[in-house]
């Protein structure tokens, strides 16, 4: 499967904005899809996850209340909704996905078989 990210941008710290992550497929719904972001001299960190059907998703701490992730896949695709954005939030979004992702690991970066290139939000303060 290849995903393509976008929707990032530079906001305000306070605000908001909606990351897309499209996957091409026919099988979308078969995959569970997580974002993960990276911040300059930082290792990649989970964001958010969500199951196959959209009825469980999973948020870090750091994010929880803040962020909510859905999918549509009719569309083949999962959006990230951020508000209240800090600028720690800072860093590149990148989306990924797997067909055989347990739930024990869907904050593991390894635990994920493809992934998007990314995009940039940058929250200023």
């Known amino acids: 499967v290849q995903l393509q990210a976008s929707g990032g941008g530079l906001v305000q710290a306070g605000g908001s904005l909606r990351l897309s992550c499209a996957a091409s497929?026919?099988?979308?719904?078969?995959?569970?899809m997580g974002w993960f972001r990276q911040a300059p001299g930082k290792e990649r960190e989970f964001v958010a996850a969500i199951g196959w059907t959209g009825s469980n998703t999973y948020y870090a701490d750091s994010v929880k209340g803040r962020f909510t992730m859905s999918r549509d896949n009719a569309r083949n695709t999962v959006y990230l909704q951020m508000n209240s954005l800090k600028p720690e939030d800072t860093a590149i979004y990148y989306c990924a996905s797997d067909s055989s992702i347990i739930t024990t690991s869907v904050r593991n970066v390894r635990a994920y078989d493809y992934w998007g290139q990314g995009t940039q939000v940058t929250v200023s303060s």
């Open positions: 497929g026919r099988t979308f719904s078969r995959y569970f």
